[in-house]
């Protein structure tokens, strides 16, 4: 099927920045929309910003201006460039897409998938 892996979380002081990415593989015929999520210690998972396939971005009103998504198509990869980062961000951060999945060899589909990648701790010291 398709996997996701995230990276580049860690420790940073308040105002600096982190570039988590999330690159996806397996048999994808194509990605629709790609998004990051994170859920902080005894809140409820939240989207912080989406992607789609052409581009188009929406971001929660407490990272704007602060974050930025983007993805590289022809590496299935996604990235999330956080500056200005406040010890409010801190959290596990998660990725996740949907689109389709299936033949390698002839581009026959075999079905649809929706992944979620394992996380990747963001921890922002006061």
């Known amino acids: 099927q398709v996997q996701l892996v995230e990276s580049g979380g860690g420790l940073v002081q308040a105002g600096g920045s982190l570039r988590l990415s999330c690159a996806a593989s397996?048999?994808?015929?194509?990605?629709?929309?790609m998004g990051w999520y994170r859920q902080g210690p005894g809140k409820q998972r939240e989207l912080v910003a989406a992607?789609?396939?052409?581009?188009?971005?929406n971001y929660a009103d407490s990272v704007k201006g602060r974050f930025t998504i983007s993805r590289d198509n022809a590496k299935n990869t996604m990235y999330l460039q956080m500056n200005s980062l406040k010890p409010e961000d801190t959290a596990e951060y998660y990725c996740?897409?949907?689109?389709?999945?299936?033949?390698?060899?002839?581009?026959?589909?075999?079905?649809?998938?929706?992944?979620w990648g394992q996380g990747t701790q963001v921890t922002v010291s006061s």
């Open positions: 397996g048999s994808i015929l194509s990605i629709n929309a």
């Open positions: 996740n897409a949907d689109g389709v999945y299936g033949s390698d060899y002839d581009g026959t589909p075999w079905g649809e998938f929706d992944s």
């Open positions: 992607i789609t396939s052409g581009g188009s971005t």
